[in-house]
């Protein structure tokens, strides 16, 4: 299977047209490492994630190289105000899935993304606008509309990937890793500077909360408070 540039007469040509959405796989084996890298430090090379998640779902990876700039300019920790999260910017539901326990692991996440651009350019028999269509609005609204559906964002969105993925070859460089997990994103509208304050502050908020109660209750002898 080979895509071509968007000029050309067929962009994808796939031996396996009309494939089923990705089915999750065994969360614990799906996304193995295939990287010797710490998350608790340090920092991983993305552009051999993005080659390691072409050859595994007979991708370019300059098509997901190309993806991943348009929705996060190659941000691993980032989460948008819909709740995607990530590199290829997975929602939630779709990076459960697709296999994905947590979708801030630069490796995981590309490799959700991949295979779900792989299914979704299986179910559209290999048209590639229409993919790209349907990674950013939903199969569904694909589906309804025949085409690319009439929202600004998707209209604008899918040139803008075909545009970057036809431009020459995309570098991504490399990504720090963090230690926390998919229940501890951290707050990407502050600074990690202001975010640790602002937690600090909470937790002395909390404190003074649960010695006022304390107080409050040692008045009261007579009284129970339920």
């Not at 539901?93 to 296999?99: C, D, E, I, P, W």
């Not at 995981?108 to 651009?117: F, H, P, R």
Request: glycine share 10%.
């Amino acid at each position: 299977m080979t895509i071509s540039p968007i000029g050309s007469e067929e962009f994808v040509t796939s031996s396996i047209a009309h494939a089923p959405p990705p089915v999750a796989e065994n969360t614990e084996t799906a996304f193995s490492s295939i990287f010797c890298r710490s998350l608790s430090s340090g920092s991983v090379d993305l552009d051999a994630i993005f080659e390691a998640a072409g050859e595994k779902y007979d991708l370019p990876p300059n098509l997901l190289k190309a993806v991943a700039k348009a929705e996060s300019n190659f941000k691993p920790y980032v989460t948008s105000k819909a709740g995607a999260m990530g590199i290829m910017q997975l929602m939630p539901g779709t990076a459960r899935g697709l296999g994905v326990s947590d979708p801030f692991d630069p490796e995981q996440n590309i490799m959700g993304g991949a295979k779900y651009l792989r299914g979704q350019l299986d179910r559209f028999d290999g048209n590639l606008e229409f993919a790209l269509a349907a990674y950013n609005a939903g199969p569904g609204a694909v589906t309804k509309y025949g085409g690319i559906p009439p929202y600004k964002e998707t209209q604008n969105y899918v040139p803008k990937v075909i545009e970057l993925f036809n431009g020459g070859d995309i570098t991504a460089g490399e990504a720090e890793l963090r230690s926390f997990g998919i229940n501890e994103a951290p707050d990407t509208s502050r600074s990690s500077g202001s975010s640790s304050k602002l937690l600090e502050a909470f937790t002395q908020m909390m404190m003074l909360k649960i010695i006022e109660m304390q107080m409050s209750l040692s008045n009261q002898d007579d009284k129970k408070i339920f």
